[in-house]
Every structure is written in structure tokens, then in C-alpha cells.
């Protein structure tokens, strides 16, 4: 029980070391990077690992910013007509910064599914998680393009398709979600259970420091759900350790 | 440390209401842990500890900036007896439900700087509950949106 909540605090931890850190945001500046790395030393808590990652948003910011820039510029030049005047083309708005979690969110739902087709013995464990992710692609998706008349009850709102039986690669849809260009990468599921777990494992581990990121990041008004999403899925690791 | 002014930023509330929460994990836990054995004894102490941490955190950092942080009250009404180690489980859950909650309200409430560690302290509420969630044999043991009204 008590080597169980590790992972999670290391995970955090290496979120926050990715980024960088001086952690001089938490008051005492001179004391905290010393007293950062004596609680993960000492196992407790690793309280203020997320938080080392604040500083570090500036690092995180300023590569945002460059890519972000890049962005514009290459729809620019995609869409560059639209500068001249001869066409009528309307400028696209900017992507929204969710887009890739929504993205990714979808791809973990249908990796889960796969999942779960191939063994269906792991429902017990892994039908709560799978559920968990469906309502917060529903929670994105509404985050991202407003609410969505006609699907305001919990897990009503539009689910991602059924992904092919058996995990076998079949040609994709045509829409895979609104907004999503493309269907989610094809991935192959575990022969056994425990591998397959341990697939879905390094999943939700990416996941979570996706959502960490994306939450750091965020709008103050989209921070309370993100912020669940981060904890959901910081639980979910809890439950496949 | 300065008088606290008359109204308070909604940030400062928003933290002055997680050190409020913090103060009543902590108390609760005394019960909570004298009904447990082992591993979940263990466990409590661990979760104790980081509601501690949290608490002193939160007491340095509200007074780094002129605020008169609130200390914890004597006691604290338990919404149940807790008698036995299903009561104690149960009131666990409730503890790390409730502060999940409240930490998860002040995140777009507190600025920039102190976002992390409210995200932070959200997460540690959320794997908290689910680990007493599942002692307790609760399934599901997560919920999907951990802290949400």
C-alpha cells in the first residue's frame, strides 16, 4: 500500500524535472529546491513536485510560444491565398490548445477498447477507466466546441465509434470524432493480459503528464476540469500499478 | 505579519478554504487512524503526513503574503461514529472526497504561481480516496472527475 503511491508522486516528480525547475515560486526561495528533493528523497509525499513544475513554465511557455508561432505560420503559407485577396476563403481561427489532449484523449479510449475487446476478463479493472475516459473526451469535446444540444447526460454525449472486434486493423471510418483529422493510431493489443496492461500503463502514464501539462497551461476558467482530469487519471494508475 | 484586510482576493479565500479543509483532514485522521491496523494504518499515517505538509504549506505561504491564516479549531464534528474500521474507511473517503474538492474549486481561482501546487494537492486527495476506496471494497474505486460538485 504504502510503495503504491510512489509511481505516482515519481511520475509527478519527472514531469517537473522534464520541464526544469527552480522552484523559488512556494516562498522560501533558498530553502526549496533542497527541501524538493529531500521529500522525494524521503518518500512521503513528494508535495511541491507539480509545483517545481510551475517555475519551469516559463521553459514550457516560451517553446509554446515558438510553436505556436510556427503554427501560424505554416497556415499562413497554407492558407496564404487568403492574404492576396483572391480568394474568398475565410482565415481558419487558430487550433485550440485542448486540440491535442482531446486527440489523445480519444486515441486512449480506443486503445482501452481494443483492450477490452481482446480481454474481456480485465473488465473489472479496466471498464471504470475506459468509462472515466470516454466522459472526459465528452468533457473536452464540450470544453472545446461548447456544449452540445442533446447530449448533456453523463456519458450520453457522442462516443467515439466502436473500434474494430478482435484489435485486428481494419480501414477507419470516415469521422472519427469533430475535429480530429485523422482516426487514432492503430495499436496492437498484448497476447497476454499482463502485457497488455502494462501497454495501457505506459498509456495513461503519458496521459497524465499530458494533462499536467495542458492544466499548467490552461485558461484559468478550464483549470477545474482539467485539473480533475490530471487526478483521474493519476487513479487510474493507482489501479493498473 | 499585517492585519488581514476586510475582503480577501478570491485566491486568498479560495487557499484560506483549503487550509480550512486541510485543518479538518487532519483532525479527522486521529480517529480514523486508531481504527486501523497494518498496511492501512500505515496508509493513514501516510496520508496524515501529507495533509500536514499541505497545512503548513499553506500557513507559510498565506502568511508571505500579509494574511492571518485561520489555525484549526479544537474539534470538529465527524459526520458519523466512527467505531470500527468499516466507519473509518468510509469517513476516509469522505475526508479525501471533500478536500479534493475544495482544493479542485481553488484552481481557477489562484494565480499562476501557485496553480501546481493546488493541482498537486488535488491529485493527492483523488489517489488518496481511491486507495481507501478500494480497502474499503468500493467499486469502482475512481470516479471520473475527482473533486467535482
Known amino acids: 500500500m504504502v510503495g503504491r503511491r510512489h509511481p505516482v508522486r515519481w511520475i509527478v516528480f519527472t514531469v517537473a524535472v522534464r520541464v526544469g525547475d527552480s522552484y523559488d515560486n512556494m516562498g522560501g526561495a533558498s530553502d526549496g529546491p533542497r527541501r524538493g528533493r529531500r521529500t522525494v528523497a524521503r518518500g512521503t509525499v513528494a508535495r511541491g513536485t507539480v509545483a517545481r513544475g510551475t517555475v519551469a513554465r516559463g521553459t514550457v511557455a516560451r517553446r509554446t510560444v515558438i510553436g505556436a508561432v510556427g503554427m501560424v505560420g505554416v497556415s499562413a503559407v497554407l492558407t496564404g491565398c487568403t492574404w492576396t485577396g483572391t480568394t474568398a476563403s475565410t482565415p481558419q481561427p487558430p487550433p485550440d490548445p485542448l486540440e491535442p489532449l482531446r486527440r489523445s484523449t480519444h486515441e486512449l479510449v480506443s486503445h482501452y477498447r481494443r483492450v477490452l475487446d481482446a480481454h474481456p476478463r480485465l473488465a473489472g479493472m479496466l471498464a471504470p477507466l475506459h468509462t472515466s475516459h470516454t466522459a472526459h473526451l465528452a468533457a473536452l469535446r464540450e470544453v472545446i466546441d461548447g456544449p452540445s444540444p442533446g447530449a448533456n447526460a453523463p456519458g450520453g454525449s457522442p462516443v467515439p465509434p466502436a473500434t474494430p472486434p478482435a484489435g485486428r486493423s481494419a480501414p477507419p471510418g470516415p469521422a472519427w470524432a469533430p475535429g480530429v483529422s485523422s482516426p487514432p493510431a492503430e495499436i496492437d493489443v498484448a497476447a497476454e493480459p499482463d502485457a497488455a496492461v502494462d501497454d495501457l500503463r505506459a498509456a495513461e502514464r503519458r496521459a497524465f503528464e499530458e494533462a499536467v501539462q495542458a492544466c499548467l497551461d490552461a485558461a484559468p476558467e478550464r483549470t477545474a476540469i482539467l485539473g480533475s482530469i490530471c487526478a483521474a487519471r493519476a487513479t487510474h494508475l493507482e489501479v493498473l500499478a | ?149
Do not use: C, K
Not at chain 2, 484586510?5 to 485543518?23: F, G, I, M, S, W
Open chain 2, 1 to 149: 505579519v499585517t492585519a488581514a484586510p476586510a475582503t480577501r482576493a478570491p485566491a486568498d479565500e479560495a487557499l484560506a478554504a483549503a487550509l480550512a479543509a486541510e485543518h479538518a483532514a487532519i483532525f479527522a485522521y486521529g480517529p480514523i487512524g486508531v481504527r486501523l491496523g497494518g498496511d492501512l494504518a500505515e496508509t493513514a499515517r501516510l496520508a496524515e503526513a501529507a495533509h500536514r505538509q499541505r497545512r503548513d504549506d499553506l500557513l507559510v505561504l498565506l502568511t508571505a503574503r500579509g494574511l492571518a491564516p485561520a489555525s484549526g479549531a479544537a474539534g470538529y464534528a465527524l459526520p458519523f461514529a466512527v467505531d470500527g474500521e468499516p466507519a473509518a474507511l468510509e469517513l476516509a473517503v469522505l475526508v479525501e472526497e471533500r478536500v479534493a474538492g475544495v482544493w479542485r474549486a481553488a484552481l481557477p481561482r489562484v494565480g499562476r504561481n501557485d496553480r501546481a501546487m493546488v493541482l498537486d494537492a488535488l491529485i493527492d486527495a483523488a489517489v488518496s480516496a481511491t486507495l481507501w476506496r478500494r480497502a474499503a471494497g468500493i467499486a469502482p474505486a475512481t470516479v471520473p472527475f475527482p473533486g467535482a460538485p
